[in-house]
């Protein structure tokens, strides 16, 4: 089955300590992930995807095939960076798979 | 270049009510999603568009419908509301079969009472 997991449904950090949003997948095509970030009442914003190798806000992630993972990992953690992520897996043509998502807390 | 627009942003409504979602892209995409967000579900597939005149069913269709009668534009409809269609709505539209990600409109909060 086609799944997005994200297991930590919050993560606190402390602001200048390393961040890490765990995300792994199933699926049995060559997967495309993507990573989305939703601010406090704001919309959905597209934060990078593995294709592109892109480091996004200081944040970046590898596909890692062999453990199935996607994990987002930023080295020092800002209180701007405190949202809600969404792990995303595009499945078939045009749809994508959402995880449930993990809200980041960084504190001061 | 407004992205991608969705009205009402709330909406109480009572039971067994009806009501219509809107959403408006100005990109020229031709897929379009309607997807709700629960806590502790993320968000789920309810139906989505790969064109003018064409929708189909995602994750949880039931209680919903769709039209697409003009490329920028895709509506979403709730016939009778009830309690648990009671969530926040998201309007996406993508291009080129989504390799480049989604663009999301800024959701509709709805309360059915």
């Known amino acids: 089955a086609q799944r997005v997991t994200q297991p930590e449904k919050l993560l606190s950090v402390f602001k200048g300590a390393p961040v890490e949003l765990k995300c792994n997948y199933s699926y049995s095509g060559s997967p495309e992930l993507f990573w989305y970030v939703q601010y406090s009442r704001q919309r959905l914003q597209l934060l990078l995807r593995?294709?592109s190798r892109e480091s996004i806000k200081g944040f970046t992630a590898d596909l890692n095939k062999g453990e199935t993972s996607f994990h987002l990992k930023k080295p020092f953690a800002q209180e701007e960076d405190s949202a809600m992520y969404y792990c995303a897996l595009r499945s078939g043509t045009y749809k994508y798979i959402f995880g449930t998502g993990t809200r980041l807390k960084v504190l001061a | 270049n407004a992205g991608v627009t969705q009205t009402p942003k709330f909406r109480v409504l009572k039971t067994g009510q009806s009501m219509t979602l809107l959403c408006a892209q100005d990109?020229?995409?031709?897929?379009m999603y309607w997807y709700r967000q629960d806590p502790g579900m993320g968000l789920r597939l309810i139906h989505y568009?790969?064109?003018?005149?064409?929708?189909a069913k995602g994750e949880v269709p039931d209680g919903y419908n769709v039209s697409r009668l003009k490329k920028q534009n895709f509506l979403l409809g709730l016939e009778s509301a009830a309690p648990s269609q009671t969530s926040v709505y998201f309007c996406?539209?993508?291009?080129?079969?989504?390799?480049?990600?989604?663009?999301f409109g800024s959701g509709t909060r709805l309360t059915v009472v």
């Open positions: 990109m020229n995409h031709e897929y």
């Open positions: 593995h294709i």
């Open positions: 996406a539209s993508s291009y080129s079969m989504g390799q480049g990600g989604y663009t």
């Open positions: 568009s790969v064109g003018e005149g064409t929708t």
